[in-house]
């Protein structure tokens, strides 16, 4: 956490997504999303960050999921990262937003035919009687979509976490860790955000 870093967490952070990428067995890239109900009662899963600029942190979803519902009846996330072989943790909040279509179109199409005929197919969060449901359901959509282009399907889309805080946790002897924290300055535009910085007690 050196003193240039200090002043974006974009470059700590993707500073500390190489190093991941490199120690990681797998999904270096795996969150969990945090998201609650109209009411606050919280939930969590693990998804993918699939983009990230200096607007925010995206991941692709269904919108008929029970996290697409929370989502969209709750604008609010919280993401957490855990590195476990760093021993580092980021943690980020803030409201979310559905990116664009051509967003969602370009992420949809650069993902292999299999996993677009699934999205179509899974009823995600829904009751499923039985696994052969689910394969019988892959089976009419590739049928449906034997040729051509597989479309996106309207309830998949992504979203974006646009943190108002973004905090920075690493491992140090006898449990006197690091932490950083970075809050979105108020009144700056979501677009291209100003950062205070602040130091936590572990
Ligand atoms: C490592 C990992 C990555 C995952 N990535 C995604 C993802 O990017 N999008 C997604 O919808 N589900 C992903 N899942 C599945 C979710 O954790 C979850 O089971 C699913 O989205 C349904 O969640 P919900 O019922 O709360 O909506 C992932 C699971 C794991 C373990």
Redesign the pocket.
């Known amino acids: 956490m050196t003193d240039s870093n200090d002043r974006d967490p974009y470059n700590l952070f993707a500073e500390w997504m190489k190093e991941a990428e490199q120690s990681e067995p797998n999904?270096p890239n795996?969150m969990a999303l945090a998201t609650a109900d109209a009411s606050g009662i919280p939930?969590v899963?693990?998804?993918?960050l699939?983009g990230i600029d200096p607007r925010g942190f995206v991941?692709?979803?269904?919108t008929e999921?029970?996290?697409?519902a929370q989502l969209l009846a709750n604008r609010n996330a919280a993401l957490c990262f855990h590195w476990k072989s760093l021993r580092r943790q980021v943690r980020v909040e803030g409201p979310v937003e559905i990116v664009t279509d051509a967003e969602a179109d370009a992420y949809f199409e650069s993902r292999p035919r299999e996993s677009r005929i699934g999205a179509w197919a899974s009823l995600?969060?829904r009751p499923l009687e039985g696994r052969w449901e689910l394969e019988k359901r892959v089976a009419q959509f590739a049928a449906k979509y034997a040729i051509g282009t597989v479309p996106r399907p309207p309830h998949w889309t992504g979203f974006r976490v646009l943190p108002s805080r973004i905090e920075f946790w690493r491992d140090r002897p006898f449990r006197l860790h690091d932490r950083l924290v970075f809050q979105r300055a108020e009144g700056t535009d979501a677009n291209a955000p100003s950062w205070t910085t602040e130091h936590l007690y572990p």
Do not use: E
């Open positions: 999904d795996a939930s899963r693990m998804v993918l699939k991941f692709y979803t269904n999921s029970r996290k697409g995600q969060s």
